[in-house]
Every structure is written in C-alpha cells, then in structure tokens.
C-alpha cells in the first residue's frame, strides 16, 4: 500500500461504495414511507411524496457526485513526496 495512486483509488472506491449505500437506505426509507403498500393507483398524496423523494435523491446524488470528484482532484493535485 506504498502506491500513492492504488490508494487514492481504493478510497474513492470506498466512498462510493458507501454513496451507494446510504442511497439505497435512502430509497427503502422513501418507499416504506411514501407508498407503503402498493395498489393499481397513486393517489395525489403519495405522489407528491414519491416526487419530493426522488427530487432529494437527485439532488443527494448530484451533491456526492460533486463532493467524490472535488475529492479526487485535491488528491490528484496534492504534491507527493519523492521516493
């Protein structure tokens, strides 16, 4: 684990593992929430809630998006230090 680089990578990696995680909490919450038992028609309450949810999991994910890139170019612009 000396490869500056491989490490870099596999801490990206790990955020968006954990990105990927906290989006499905997220969405299991927003469903059991919003629609809990399905039926042939959403009524206009469980609507809105299933638009407002998938309107913050946009949002969640666009702002992590950003955040994981930002993170990677710091580490990509940080100077290493010579071997």
């Known amino acids: 684990m000396d490869n500056p680089r491989l490490q870099q990578f596999l801490s990206v990696e790990s955020q968006k593992v ?6 499905e909490l997220l969405t299991e919450k927003c469903w059991d929430k919003c629609v809990g038992y399905p039926s ?3 009524d206009s ?3 809105n809630c299933v ?17 994981l890139r930002l993170n990677a170019q710091k580490l990509t612009q940080t100077p290493q230090p010579f071997s």
């Open 18 to 23: 954990q990105t990927r995680a906290h989006i």
């Open 40 to 42: 042939n028609k959403l």
């Open 45 to 47: 309450k469980t609507e």
């Open 51 to 67: 638009r407002d949810c998938v309107s913050r999991y946009v949002d969640s994910s666009n702002y992590v998006s950003n955040r």
